[in-house]
């Protein structure tokens, strides 16, 4: 039975994730912006919002009291329309995808890195390599997430310390609002992905390789209208 922390587990991926590992006999502590629909003597869960003053000294406080777990989960994420005319809510987007996933990540590492022992999952997605005019920011956070996660793999796997970057095409849940969402996948078949990439342990997992082939040629579009324009 190992610990494992899950941040965005109140529904989603993350929720669909931990019951899976619940059902495995793993012991959980979730912390989300919202409360969780489960009940489990093995669960505990902490309302959190990644984006608010209080996150980083509550994720330091939750390890001083419950010690530094086995393996880390971050499913956090969102997306927000950008209107020109107001545009309030990229920054948020970046704090929310990224800025919160790299906090988590200055206080988890350096100390599974001194046990030499240690597991972080990062939910990003294959939209890292889109460029996208309508959603600039959900897809920037992305690439940079994949970028960085995938670089402090590569640092601290001889530290016995193993990062992967997750990337999902699309996963039935309440993110997914696009109105056509090619190959998706349930949100239980989602958490088996999950499950199998902390077994294996790689650095990047990318899942369904159908969609690989669609958002490489839309990178290539991209990059074909930034050079034209
Ligand atoms: N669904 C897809 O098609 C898809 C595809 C590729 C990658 N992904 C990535 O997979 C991850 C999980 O997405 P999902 O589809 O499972 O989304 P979801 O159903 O919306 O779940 C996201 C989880 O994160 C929590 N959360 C959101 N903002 C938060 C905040 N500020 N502080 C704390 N918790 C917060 C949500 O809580 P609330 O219930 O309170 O909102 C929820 O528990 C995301 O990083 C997403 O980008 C998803």
């Known amino acids: 039975m190992a610990h494992y922390w899950i941040l965005g587990n109140s529904d989603g991926i993350g929720l669909a994730t931990t019951e899976a590992l619940l059902g495995e006999g793993h012991q959980i502590t979730g912390l989300s912006r919202s409360a969780s629909p489960i009940a489990h003597e093995q669960y505990q869960h902490h309302q959190l919002d990644v984006a608010s003053e209080a996150y980083v000294s509550e994720l330091k406080r939750l390890m001083e009291t419950e010690g530094l777990p086995d393996v880390v989960i971050y499913c956090v994420g969102m997306w927000a329309p950008c209107r020109i005319r107001k545009m309030d809510k990229e920054s948020h987007v970046f704090q929310v995808n990224l800025t919160a996933a790299v906090q988590l990540l200055e206080i988890v590492v350096p100390p ?34 994949s970028r960085y996660v995938e670089s402090l793999a590569l640092r601290v796997r001889k530290r016995n310390v193993f990062l992967t970057n997750m990337r999902f095409g699309f996963v039935d849940t309440k993110l997914a609002s696009a109105p056509t969402k090619p190959f998706e996948m349930t949100r239980d078949k989602a958490a088996k992905h999950v499950l199998k990439a902390l077994r294996k342990k790689p650095v990047r997992y990318s899942t369904p390789l159908r969609m690989l082939i669609l958002v490489r040629l839309l990178h290539w579009w991209g990059r074909i209208r930034v050079f034209w324009n």
């Open 112 to 145: 599974m890195a001194t046990r030499e022992s240690g597991q972080v999952l990062i939910l990003s997605s294959v939209a890292d390599e889109v460029f996208s005019p309508d959603n600039p920011a959900y897809a920037s956070t992305k690439a940079g997430l």
